[in-house]
């Protein structure tokens, strides 16, 4: 099915990436990363010793701190920083500095649509930026389902707000060069189909789910090779030899 699109893109066509490093003097990592018109800061600071409450203190604390454009966060921004969180979480390795905090603050420039993926990529090349271990760089896509069965990539403002249903899906860099051949595990995680996060916003049948799954996960690979080629420089040389 041809799909009309306002900026005249096709349906699995990304809009243009940007990313940029070490953009903030004060912070210990920090990227800005860019989806056409929809633009976040990520910061990072730390380890700095000590957990937060609750936390494990045998492993590093992630904290996400999201700050809106203007004005105070809702129930919507604290869902984004917990799925953040989350995310973080599962990509970093957390045993290397137990009982350490590291935050990380994401700065929304501007939202024109896929906000919370945007929000992941520049985190993770914030972290990058920051010298953090990782088991892996990871790349987020946002895949929206229409009224009448058709599935767009990376939306804007506009079009996410005319969708049935959309889908947040988080892939690893490369699922072939970070996982063993045998098995789908990371350090004895399993991560299903190869993907780290997946939040789903309205009704969507398991079909179009999964239509959604292989048209995120094929995006993935591009934005993949973009953050790799972004970040060479400052990737250590295991994540270097994925790309």
Known sequence: MEIDRIDGRTPNQLRPLACSQNILNRAHGSASWSQGETKVLAAVYGPKAGTKKNENPEKACIEVIWKQKTGQIGKLEKEYEMILKRTLQSICILTINPNTTTSVIVQVVNDDGA?????????????VDAGIALKHLAVAVCCCLAETGYVILDPTKLEEQKMKAFAYLVFPNTILNVLPEESLQVKGEPMEHGIITSVTHGAMPVDDYLHCLERGRSASEKMS???????????????????
């Open 115 to 127: 906000l919370l993926p945007c929000a992941i990529n520049a985190s993770c090349a914030a972290l």
């Open 225 to 243: 090779a973009f953050l790799r080629r972004s970040l060479q420089p400052k990737l250590p040389s295991d994540l270097s030899k994925a790309a």
